[in-house]
């Protein structure tokens, strides 16, 4: 199996010469993930709250002494209610969002590397069409990402999990045939 760029609309892999990154008008979600047995928590910032539902561990940065005491616990994904351990990587940069990055292996080419490098569970949470799969939460299996994203958030926000949005630009991968947001996509 590897991670490959996937067009959901032509339902093919495709070359690094035929993506293009595109600067978009995005959120960054700011959600916050109970530390298990403690009233701490700790918060993550990401563009696709939607790909929660494959989290296999939070990294911080070894050197950031704002996590040093939380390295080796576990946090509970709100929604998804799964267990994950908070890690130490380099990866994890303090001056990004909160210094604390969610690692979903299956979908994102960073988080791959991540998710080998410390032995990491992958959990792919898509089909090929970019609906979620059987692996996501069950009221959202067979929803697009996109609408499953708007239905996170507003879940996030029913839980009083979603710390703040924060409209941020950023690059987003196209296919340029399809036009279509590319997905990082586990597959043989």
């Known amino acids: 199996k590897k ?5 959901t609309k032509l339902q093919t892999a495709i070359s690094d010469l035929e993506v293009i990154q595109n600067e978009v008008q995005s ?4 959600i916050n993930y109970s530390v298990v047995d403690s009233k701490e928590q700790i918060t993550i910032a990401t563009t696709r709250p939607e790909t929660m539902m494959g989290d296999t561990a939070i990294a911080v940065n070894p050197k950031d002494q704002r996590y040093k005491n939380l390295v080796g616990k576990s946090v509970l994904i709100p929604i998804v209610n799964r267990k994950i351990k908070i890690i130490k990587d380099h990866y994890a940069d303090p001056e990004q969002g909160t210094g604390a990055v969610k690692i979903t292996p299956a979908h994102d080419f ?4 991540v998710g080998k490098r410390n032995k990491l569970d992958v959990i792919n949470i898509l089909e090929k069409d970019g609906k979620i799969n059987q692996n996501g939460i069950k009221t959202y299996v067979g929803l697009d990402r996109f609408e499953a994203r708007k239905k996170i958030i507003s879940e996030l ?3 009083n999990v979603l710390e703040k949005i924060e409209n941020i630009k950023n690059n987003v991968p196209y296919g340029d045939r399809s036009n279509t947001v590319i997905e990082p996509l586990l597959t043989e």
Not at 27 to 30: A, F
Not at 110 to 113: A, I, R
Request: aromatic share 24%; proline share 0%; net charge negative.
């Open 3 to 7: 991670l490959v760029n996937w067009d």
């Open 157 to 159: 926000k029913a839980l």
């Open 27 to 30: 959120q960054l979600y700011y």
């Open 110 to 113: 960073n988080d791959y590397v």
